[in-house]
């Protein structure tokens, strides 16, 4: 399944909110397949991260590759590229007013062009993916958090993009529902999708990602394997900083 | 004369023919002043800054006069600048102007009622700016809109009785011939009364229909009382 | 009248339901004419236009103000009213003290809504002869056959005072305002 064709390059990001800098040059290589997780301490620009990827925040330096062509200084394609850079929001982000179904296959129809009753289907076959066929006529309202989540990862799927970014998506949800929804993301991993997963849930980044980045102040401090993690003395930082979830989690 | 040969014979024929033109106004003038209504609130949310000012502009001046001085302009002062307009075509005008620059208010208050991350959630799908505004934004908004347009129709319905003022015979400008020639005020506007009664009830029935409709759970509240939308 | 068709009694309910139906449902043309060629003269009465205009006027920016202020009635929380009746207040003591200055506050905005209508509205009065701003404005147009100009200072007057009462209520909205209260400005 895997072959080691770079499919997504990001190259000495920089940005800055006013007097704060967010991200202070960050560089890393996506492989095809490859499930990314970054961790870290809130604050440290994981989410700012995500955004410069597809350009939803403008980074004020470096560059993002998809294959061979730029992402940055796209111009008016970056609207190409968002269509291959598929999204997951913590908060969701569904489309109020329109039903489950439709909210999967609307960009499909006005984006791509694609004929109502064939989007449908495709829609429909993307919800059964996640688990969410027999919601396709709800509305987000009347969706459980986890079950608006499963269809905005449908969502994304829908558009067959070569990555996927997961902002914190589980972040909004109960324990119970984080769930529902890990185990959508743990397939998609196991399928060959393309992921990048900002997160907090460490039992999933140990599991499913291929490797770990550990990020604080900005920057990429250390990262590898979940193996290498667990037992390589360069990841100390990255383990206090688990030590401190599971010190919380146990009490 | 006898009463009911009055009413039935004289009175009621003449007010029907005026109750066509009060629909003929009506009905030309939502559509227009929907559209018109739809492209100025966007303009002033997502225009530039001219376009946006501009459309500010035009809906101040529009709502701070009054409709009667505006159709006064459109139909005795516009030709003097060379423009000559029928007094229906002034009325109409007039009428597209004003429901227009107050459905736009409306408008525009539900697009900024809907939450930024449906256009982040929109641009992440790789759609454009304006796709987005289309196919997420004004849906949205058009949808919060109702109540507020269904009362700007109402509205309309109510001041279309101003053309009379230019001379178009509608509903109250056949009362007033009607009630001048026979000199039967009380009994004429009472029975023209209940010719816009009926049409501002008819309007208030069907928008409840049409807000049945289109409600979207979590975005609209149902059951509203009929007096409200009066 | 707002209070009535919120704790009256079904009787007083369903009038004051009517007639705020009847002031409006109607143009304000349609009750200009009726009341100064049909009512008014029907009763025997012989009313100046002036005052005919500010009853009609009076009346109908009645009825809907009525309705402004029942929405902010009822949008004040059930448990206001409990919890006045609770400190041995009457109803009528819990609706003066309690309800109703929370309401005033609610209904404002809704007020200055009001206001450019009625402005406008009295432009109308102009179709029974009142000598309003508007007539005027005709019989200088007529007397000068300058049209465009005149219209134009007209609508500027209009503007002008919309403009000075918007600013004044706003002003009163801001003074009353209470911290955590309703959103203040419109």
């Known amino acids: 399944m895997k072959n080691n064709e770079t499919i997504l390059r990001v190259e000495n990001i920089h940005k800055s909110f006013g007097d704060l800098e967010v991200l202070k040059g960050v560089s890393f290589d996506v492989k095809r397949g490859e499930t990314i997780c970054f961790i870290g301490p809130s604050g440290t620009g994981k989410s700012t991260l995500l955004r410069c990827i597809n350009l939803l925040t403008q980074p004020d330096q470096g560059s993002v590759w998809l294959g061979d062509a730029e992402v940055t200084n796209s111009g008016k394609s970056i609207n190409h590229f968002r269509q291959r850079i598929g999204m997951v929001f913590q908060n969701f982000f569904l489309f109020d007013h329109l039903t489950a179904v439709r909210n999967v296959e609307v960009a499909l129809i006005k984006v791509r062009g694609m004929k109502p009753k064939e989007a449908r289907e495709k ?104 193996e290498e993690l667990m037992n390589d003395t360069k990841f100390e930082r990255c383990r206090n900083f688990i030590g401190q979830f599971d010190q919380i989690n146990g009490d | 004369m006898d009463q009911s040969e009055f009413l039935f014979q004289i009175l009621l024929p003449l007010l029907m023919e005026g109750f066509a033109v009060t629909i003929k106004l009506i009905v030309l003038t939502a559509p227009f002043g929907l559209i018109l209504g739809i492209l100025v609130a966007v303009g002033r949310v997502y225009g530039s800054k001219p376009i946006s000012l501009l459309c500010k502009g ?19 002062g516009l030709p003097s600048v060379g423009i000559t307009l029928s007094a229906f075509v002034a009325s109409l005008v007039g009428f597209i102007m004003c429901n227009g620059a107050y459905n736009s208010e409306y408008i525009r208050g539900a697009i900024s009622s809907v939450k930024e991350d449906q256009m982040i959630a929109a641009q992440a799908l790789g759609m454009t700016r304006m796709q987005a505004v289309r196919h997420i934004i004004l849906p949205q908004a058009l949808i919060r809109s109702i109540p507020g347009l269904s009362n700007e129709f109402i509205y309309l319905i109510k001041y279309s009785s101003l053309a009379y003022m230019l001379t178009v015979i509608e509903l109250t400008g056949a009362g007033k011939m009607v009630a ?23 309007t208030t029935i069907a928008v409840m229909l049409i807000e049945r409709k289109v409600a979207v759970p979590g975005m609209t509240q149902s059951g509203r009382n009929m007096l409200d939308i009066l | 009248m707002a209070v009535g068709q919120v704790y009256g009694k079904r009787p007083v309910r369903f009038l004051i339901g009517v007639f705020v139906w009847f002031f409006r449902g109607l143009p304000v043309l349609v009750l200009l004419f009726l009341f100064f060629f049909g009512i008014f ?121 919309n403009f000075a009462g918007m600013r004044v209520l706003h002003l009163i909205e801001k003074k009353i305002q209470i911290p955590g209260f309703g959103t203040g400005a419109v």
């Open chain 2, 180 to 202: 001048t020639k026979y000199f039967e005020f009380t009994e004429v506007f009472m029975i023209v009364g209940m010719g816009y009664l009926l049409l501002v009830t008819i």
């Open chain 3, 41 to 161: 003269p029907g009763l025997g009465l012989n009313v100046p236009a002036m005052v005919v205009g500010a009853t009609v006027l009076g009346l109908r920016g009645a009825a809907y103000q009525s309705q402004i202020f029942r929405g902010a009635i009822q949008s004040v929380s059930e448990g206001q009213m409990i919890a006045a009746r609770s400190v041995g207040m009457t109803k009528l003591q819990s609706i003066r003290h309690v309800i109703l200055p929370q309401a005033v506050r609610v209904a404002l905005p809704g007020w200055s809504n009001e206001y450019p209508n009625i402005l406008t509205d009295s432009s109308i009065c102009y179709a029974i002869g009142v000598m309003e701003l508007m007539t005027r404005t005709s019989q200088i147009v007529s007397n000068t056959s300058v049209t465009m100009p005149i219209y134009l200072v007209c609508a500027g007057i209009f503007i002008l005072l």
């Open chain 2, 58 to 76: 035009a809906v101040g001046f529009i709502k701070g006069t009054p409709l009667l001085l505006m159709l006064f302009i459109l139909y005795f």
């Open chain 1, 123 to 226: 829609a429909l076959d993307e919800l059964r993916q996640v688990g969410m066929e027999e919601w396709a006529e709800h509305y987000p309202a009347e969706l459980s958090g986890g079950q608006a989540q499963r269809v905005s990862i449908a969502r994304a799927l829908a558009m067959n993009p070569d990555v996927i970014l997961f902002d914190e998506p589980t972040s909004a949800l109960d324990p119970e529902l984080t769930r529902e929804v890990l185990e959508v993301m743990k397939k998609l991993a196991l399928a060959g999708m393309t992921m990048l997963v900002v997160t907090h849930e460490m039992g999933f980044a140990c599991s499913v990602a291929n490797r770990i980045m550990f990020m604080e102040h900005g920057e990429i401090k250390e990262q590898g394997s979940p």
